[in-house]
């Protein structure tokens, strides 16, 4: 009898053992799963923020841009435009490489009011945004006037700093 309680209470112990390491390994590996979910939480939600300061940084540039064209202060934002445009003095021609076509945005004459619709970072040197027109800032333009026009905008990123590459009114 007593032979058979020491064997009982020790296949208990056993068994008990069995499934306290059974358990503990499933919650080692649902903690290695969770880790692993933050983890990724993490680098998805710094990479949110990074895009998110970098959209303030570019609307930012867009808004004094623009700003200093209606001024027709040309020079203090002429390092503000990637290589690929000219200025006319009314307008800001961008020749788009890719197409071989040219694109004419012609400078506001007052101030334009814009809300941003969207942005992407397309790839490490290119970005978009894409703003609603609210009010176009030409006072001889009605064809601006009748529905919500977009301003699109493209960035590329050029050695150290973002250029402006493209303004395009989307009709």
């Known amino acids: 009898m007593n032979r058979k309680f020491i064997f009982i209470i020790l296949l208990l112990l056993t068994l008990t053992n069995i499934f306290t390491v059974y358990h503990l390994s499933k919650a080692k590996n649902k903690i290695s799963a969770l880790e692993y979910d933050l983890l990724n939480f993490k680098n998805e939600s710094d990479k949110s923020n990074e895009l998110y300061d970098l959209r303030n940084q570019l609307d930012n540039l867009l808004h004094i841009t623009i700003n200093s064209l209606i001024q027709k202060d040309f020079q203090t934002i002429q390092n503000n435009f990637y290589k690929n445009c000219e200025f006319t003095g009314s307008s800001i021609i961008f020749n788009h490489e890719e197409t071989n076509k040219n694109i004419e945005f012609i400078i506001p004459d007052t101030d334009i009011n814009l809300r941003q619709r969207a942005f992407d970072l397309i790839s490490e040197n290119e970005y978009i945004s894409i703003y609603e027109i609210l009010d176009s800032g030409y006072k001889n333009e ?30």
């Open 142 to 171: 009605p064809k601006y006037s009748d529905r919500i026009y977009t301003l699109n905008v493209k960035f590329i990123f050029d050695n150290t700093s973002w250029k402006i590459a493209s303004i395009s009114i989307d009709e």
